[in-house]
C-alpha cells in the first residue's frame, strides 16, 4: 500500500522557519519526482514545489522561491520542504504528492498524503 | 502563464442526476488535464488524468473528455458519496497556476 505522511507542520510567528518532511513506503521511493502542494484554509490548490528523481532538479512557484527549499533523502525515503522568512499567507494544509507523467516540472499528482497544517500569526 | 477556470465553481444537484463540471485551459493543453475529488478535511484524490483516462478504482460512472482548451468532467448518476470539491489541474506545461479554482458540488 502506498502512504504519504507528513509531519512538522506548526504555529510559528512571521519570518520564521520550519521544516516539513513527508515519510512514504510502498513503492520505490527513488524513482519518482515529487511535489509539495498546500491549500490555504477555505481556498484552492496551489502547487508550490517539484523535485525531480534524483534531487538534482527543482522547481518553485513564485509565491515561494528564494524562502522555500525542497529536498530528498532516498536512503530513508523522505522528502522535505524547508521554509524560511515565513509570512501570513503562508498558513496552509501543505500536502506531499507523488507526481506522474511528470515533463518539465510539470505531473499529475497519483498519492497525497493527508497533509500537516502551516500556521503564521504572531 | 496558463491559467485554468472552472465552471460553475457552485452546483447543486441530486442523487441520481448527471452533472457536468467544464475546465478551460488559456492556452492549449494537448490533453495534460487531470481531475481531482476532495472531501472536507481530506487529500484531493485522483479520479482521471491524460483528459480522458479513469484512475485504477475510480468508479465508471466518471468520465472525462476534451482536448486543447476545453474539457469535462462528468459524472453519470450522482451518487452520496460524490458530493466534494472538483478541481481540474493541467500538467502540460510548468505553470504558476496549475489548478483551476475548483467547483463545489451541493445536494439540492
Known amino acids: 500500500e502506498v502512504r504519504l505522511v507528513e509531519s512538522g507542520g506548526d504555529l510559528v510567528q512571521p519570518g520564521e522557519s520550519l521544516r516539513l518532511s513527508c515519510a512514504v513506503s510502498g513503492f520505490t521511493f527513488s524513482v519518482y519526482e515529487m511535489n509539495w502542494v498546500r491549500q490555504a484554509p477555505g481556498k484552492g490548490l496551489e502547487w508550490i514545489s517539484y523535485?525531480?528523481?534524483?534531487?538534482?532538479?527543482?522547481y518553485y512557484a513564485d509565491s515561494v522561491k528564494g524562502r522555500f527549499t525542497i529536498s530528498r533523502d532516498n536512503s530513508k525515503e523522505s522528502l522535505y520542504l524547508q521554509m524560511n522568512s515565513l509570512r501570513g499567507e503562508d498558513t496552509a494544509v501543505y500536502y506531499c504528492a507523488r507526481g506522474r507523467a511528470c515533463t518539465g516540472g510539470a505531473c499529475f499528482y497519483d498519492y497525497w498524503g493527508q497533509g500537516t497544517l502551516v500556521t503564521v500569526s504572531s | 502563464d496558463i491559467q485554468m477556470t472552472q465552471s460553475p465553481s457552485t452546483l447543486s444537484a441530486s442523487v441520481g442526476d448527471r452533472v457536468t463540471i467544464t475546465c478551460r485551459a488559456s492556452?492549449?493543453?494537448?490533453?495534460?488535464l487531470a481531475w481531482y475529488q476532495q472531501k472536507s478535511g481530506k487529500a484531493p484524490k485522483l479520479l482521471i488524468y491524460k483528459a480522458s483516462t479513469l484512475e485504477s478504482g475510480v468508479p465508471s460512472r466518471f468520465s472525462g473528455s476534451g482536448f486543447e482548451t476545453d474539457f469535462t468532467l462528468t459524472i453519470s448518476s450522482l451518487q452520496p458519496d460524490d458530493f466534494a470539491t472538483y478541481y481540474c489541474?493541467?500538467?502540460?506545461?510548468?505553470?504558476?497556476?496549475?489548478f483551476g479554482q475548483g467547483t463545489k458540488l451541493e445536494i439540492k
Open positions: 492556452q492549449s493543453i494537448s490533453n495534460w
Open positions: 489541474q493541467q500538467y502540460g506545461s510548468y505553470s504558476r497556476y496549475t
Open positions: 523535485i525531480e528523481s534524483g534531487g538534482g532538479t527543482t
